[in-house]
């Protein structure tokens, strides 16, 4: 296996950590934008309000975006297997 190669498979592995994983930070950093709104205008101080809301925005973006989300780490795993098999064999 190359270093060429080596670097390829890194780089698709970063871009599709950063793909699948981008539209759940979005969701965090909107839920936690209109919370903190909420909190300044209500002028609640607590620290840990903007908690419960995020993981569960987090969890109905998992339940939204998983499919989609899975298929493309199952795609890269998949091809990293086949890359894997072509130099081992």
Same mark, same amino acid.
């Given at each position: 296996?190359? $270093?060429?190669?080596?670097?390829?498979?890194? $780089?698709?592995?970063?871009?599709?950590?950063?793909?699948?994983?981008?539209?759940?930070?979005?969701?965090?950093?909107?839920? =936690?934008?209109?919370?903190?709104?909420?909190q300044?205008?209500?002028?609640?101080? $607590?620290?840990?309000?903007?908690?419960?809301?995020?993981?569960?925005?987090?969890?109905? =973006?998992?339940?939204?975006?998983?499919p989609?989300?899975?298929s493309?780490?199952?795609?890269?795993?998949?091809?990293?297997?086949?890359?894997?098999?072509?130099?081992?064999?």
């Amino acid at each position: 296996m190359s $270093e060429e190669m080596v670097v390829s498979i890194a $780089e698709k592995g970063i871009y599709i950590t950063l793909i699948t994983v981008g539209p759940l930070l979005i969701i965090a950093l909107l839920v =936690g934008l209109i919370v903190s709104i909420f909190q300044a205008t209500t002028q609640i101080q $607590e620290q840990t309000l903007a908690f419960v809301p995020k993981i569960v925005a987090v969890l109905v =973006g998992i339940v939204f975006f998983g499919p989609w989300m899975l298929s493309h780490i199952l795609s890269y795993a998949s091809d990293i297997f086949s890359n894997l098999t072509r130099f081992i064999g």
